[in-house]
Antibody, heavy 120, light 110 residues
Framework: QVQLQESGPGLVKPSQTLSLTCTVS??????????WSWIRQHPGKGLEWIGY???????YYNPSLKSRVTISIDTSKNQFSLKLSSVTAADTAMYYC????????????WGQGTLVTVSS | QSALTQPASVSGSPGQSITISCTGT?????????VSWYQQHPGKAPKLMIY???NRPSGVSNRFSGSKSGNTASLTISGLQAEDEADYYC??????????FGGGTKLTVL
């Protein structure tokens, strides 16, 4: 059974960089064919796709966040990561990592989510 | 990219059927068979209910079904049960290898 777990600071100061890691267990992140994704949800709001990385290392980002986002993968640790720079209060949200099995938004496994608050 | 359009809320009585729509454009819903539906209970991560427009993952009840016509996809839940009360989101692949979600629909079981 594949499991995903987000980790990282729950509080980030404005203008700083938000950094989160997703650890995958129960399967190899490099087993092939999956898109490892980050999705966020503002409090009381809907879901927003941030981006994903294919196991080849190719990345795809939400155009509205593209200038600030970097997603990377560490196959040796079975982890992938999110960096979001120059954060503001508008980046306060629940951040989820998820596995996309088709590349078209078929998120079959999700982490439990981690709340990140941007505040001084 | 704009969010896909879903009704803010729908409701139904136990045993009834309801349908949630998800409207996009020819650049997303209408252009690809990559539409998924997610169920989210309060405080929980979303759960995949339908993918590739009509496919159900293993373990998802056959009371859930998906379809698409033109730029609008639909999720139908038949034999409504109290446990179905949740928020539902659609998603679609778009041009330029990006994804977009709908705004979400709150389902109330009366």
């Amino acid at each position: 059974q594949v499991q995903l777990q987000e980790s990282g600071p729950g509080l980030v100061k404005p203008s700083q960089t938000l950094s989160l890691t997703c650890t995958v267990s129960g399967g190899s992140i490099s087993s092939g064919g999956y898109y490892w994704s980050w999705i966020r949800q503002h409090p009381g709001k809907g879901l927003e796709w941030i981006g994903y990385i294919y196991d080849s290392g190719s990345t795809y980002y939400n155009p509205s966040l593209k200038s600030r986002v970097t997603i990377s993968i560490d196959t040796s640790k079975n982890q992938f990561s999110l960096k979001l720079s120059s954060v503001t209060a508008a980046d306060t949200a629940m951040y989820y990592c998820a596995r996309d099995l088709c590349g078209g938004g078929c998120f079959d496994y999700w982490g439990q989510g981690t709340l990140v608050t941007v505040s001084s | 990219q704009s969010a896909l359009t879903q009704p803010a809320s729908v409701s139904g009585s136990p045993g009834q059927s309801i349908t949630i729509s998800c409207t996009g454009t020819s650049s997303d819903v209408g252009g690809y068979n990559y539409v998924s539906w997610y169920q989210q209970h309060p405080g929980k991560a979303p759960k995949l209910m339908i993918y590739d427009v009509t496919n159900r993952p293993s373990g998802v009840s056959n009371r859930f079904s998906g379809s698409k016509s033109g730029n609008t996809a639909s999720l139908t839940i038949s034999g409504l049960q109290a446990e179905d009360e949740a928020d539902y989101y659609c998603s679609s692949y778009t041009t330029s290898n990006t994804l977009v979600f709908g705004g979400g629909t709150k389902l109330t079981v009366l």
